[in-house]
């Protein structure tokens, strides 16, 4: 996994561990699929640049 793909997979995990959401819970208040948020966890799959910036944009905003 290369230093993005870890720092999303770190955020996600960070972000879930601090306010004790599920991958369903963050996936629906995201408004991204579940499988979406696996992939991006675990670095495979696809998912596009937009998406990532879609999480990216409600961790920021709901921390």
Not at 1 to 18: F, G
Not at 39 to 45: A, R
């Amino acid at each position: 996994m290369n230093q993005q793909l870890e720092e999303l997979s770190d955020a996600i995990i960070n972000y879930q561990v601090k306010h004790h959401v599920t991958d369903t819970d963050l996936a629906f208040a995201s408004h991204l699929s579940v499988e979406k948020i696996h992939s991006m966890k675990t670095g495979k799959g696809e998912f596009t640049a937009e998406e990532i910036s879609q999480l990216y944009d409600y961790l920021a905003v709901s921390h």
